[in-house]
């Protein structure tokens, strides 16, 4: 049935049947009772004065009598309304009223009843998917916990409770003093702050990682807290290993590069010295020393990788710095404010700047078009180095920063991570992004000392 047939059954009623038409015929009825009285009466007295007045006198109590006995069921009804109206407040739909007269409280009880069907439906529909939901929340592989604004545990599905509490039921306690209070600083500093982070949880005797989620929202106007933990210690450990294979790969495609050609050139030093051929030997030995200090230099690059110290910041002048490191790979220095200094550990970004100098020159930009520039504030110092080669493509902008990956037939892979590795260590950040007219430019964000790190509004100052 649609609105505006439940309107119409609603408002349209039978005029015979309803209450203005039962209080119009009773009124009519002790109408013409006063008035036979009243006929009666003067016929005997010829007073018509008297006749009126006693039809009067009995035609109006008899009309009030009649009237309250016509609206008691009408007033039962109304009370029946109230009572069921407060039964729903009380969130209980199962209160119908029984009535089939056709008046209009009568369709005002029906109507009522639909309602309360319609109602209790879709209880019965909310009930269910909130059935469902509890299901699939007790059968998640998240350890998921709701609290309250107390920090009470409202609820805590089966991963939950088989991560704190070996199962046992955990709604009503507290968060925070009942149920973590025995495990690692870094997961209860986690939840009072309300951050996401990586957390370590003890659990048959290992440690686990997990991340945790936090969300608040408000829920009937108090604030409450979702908490989702997902366990990651497989995950680590499968990227773990996968990052061993390609490491072991990497190491093993340098060493067979190095060493197969080093072994068949010692071969055939060997057959030229039996010929006494000196001169080739000599370019063959050369060629071997070619071969192993490059290998050096490799193995050297993962060393670096592997051990690298915390860094040891202090004020470094720019100007120095800069000036004596041109020497080396030829860029133009340019500085925001000549004299101006930052804070960094100064071996550690020397190595930084020569590995990023020294890619620009090997993309093939011009020398004299390579700039390095400084721009200082009272928060930190960025540091761009910029060159006029072909710049990167969407894959190698996106990789560059990961340790192994090189698009360079010859490369390691280590470079730009060790730059990576170095300038995360100082609390910096390190970006790269195609120049507008063709190049690269590399950003470096170092934190002035007491700083905040990683500060969102670092970016390049070259365009």
């Excluded at 009880?109 to 639909?114: K, T």
């Excluded at 995950?235 to 490491?247: M, P, S």
């Excluded at 051929?277 to 060629?287: A, H, N, S």
């Excluded at 520039?373 to 190698?396: C, Y």
């Amino acid at each position: 049935m649609n609105k505006a047939a439940a309107t119409d059954e609603t408002t349209r009623v039978n005029p015979a049947t309803s209450m203005q038409g039962r209080l119009l015929a009773i009124a009519m009825l002790c109408f013409v009772v006063a008035l036979a009285i009243a006929i009666a009466l003067y016929e005997r007295t010829s007073s018509a004065v008297l006749a009126v007045s006693v039809g009067l006198l009995v035609a109006i109590p008899a009309f009030g009598w009649a009237v309250r006995r016509a609206l008691e069921p009408t007033r039962a009804r109304i009370r029946a309304l109230v009572d069921s109206a407060d039964s729903l407040r009380d969130a209980d739909f199962s209160f119908t009223i029984a009535d089939h007269r056709d008046d209009e409280v009568g369709r005002l009880v029906r109507a009522y009843n639909r309602m309360v069907g319609t109602l209790r439906d879709e209880r019965q529909n909310l009930h269910q998917r909130e059935l469902m939901l509890d299901t699939v929340l007790q059968a998640s592989p998240l350890a998921l916990v709701l609290t309250n604004h107390n920090g009470h545990i409202i609820y805590a599905n089966a991963t939950a409770r088989a991560l704190f509490t070996a199962g046992r039921r955990m709604a009503g306690m507290h968060f925070l003093d009942d149920v973590v209070s025995d495990h690692s600083d870094s997961l209860k500093t986690a939840l009072v702050q309300g951050v996401d982070a990586m957390v370590t949880i003890e659990a048959d005797n290992d440690d686990e990682r997990y991340h945790l989620s936090c969300n608040e929202f408000t829920l009937n106007a108090r604030g409450h807290r979702l908490y989702l933990l997902k366990r990651l210690t497989q995950e680590l450990n499968r990227q773990e290993v996968a990052t061993w294979k390609k490491v072991l790969r990497m190491i093993g495609h340098e060493l067979t590069n190095s060493l197969a050609p080093i072994s068949s050139l010692a071969h055939s030093a060997q057959l030229l010295m039996a010929r006494d051929d000196t001169q080739r030997v000599v370019e063959l030995l050369g060629t071997i020393e070619t071969r192993s200090a490059h290998l050096k230099r490799f193995s050297e690059g993962y060393s670096r990788f592997a051990k690298l110290p915390d860094p040891q910041r202090r004020e470094i002048e720019w100007d120095p710095f800069f000036t004596r490191l041109s020497a080396l790979h030829p860029f133009d220095y340019r500085p925001d404010a000549p004299g101006s200094s930052g804070y960094a550990d100064p071996d550690q970004l020397e190595q930084v700047i020569i590995n990023l100098s020294k890619n620009a020159v090997e993309s093939g930009s011009d020398p004299e078009r390579i700039t390095i520039r400084v721009v200082g504030s009272n928060t930190g110092s960025l540091i761009t180095v910029a060159d006029r080669g072909p710049g990167m493509n969407d894959e190698a902008l996106t990789n560059a920063l990961l340790p192994f990956y090189s698009t360079k037939r010859t490369g390691s892979g280590l470079g730009l991570s060790l730059c990576r590795e170095i300038v995360d260590a100082h609390g910096g950040r390190i970006t790269l992004r195609n120049r507008r007219e063709g190049g690269l430019a590399v950003s470096l964000w170092l934190p002035a000392a007491g700083a905040a790190a990683h500060p969102e509004s670092a970016g390049s100052a070259v365009a």
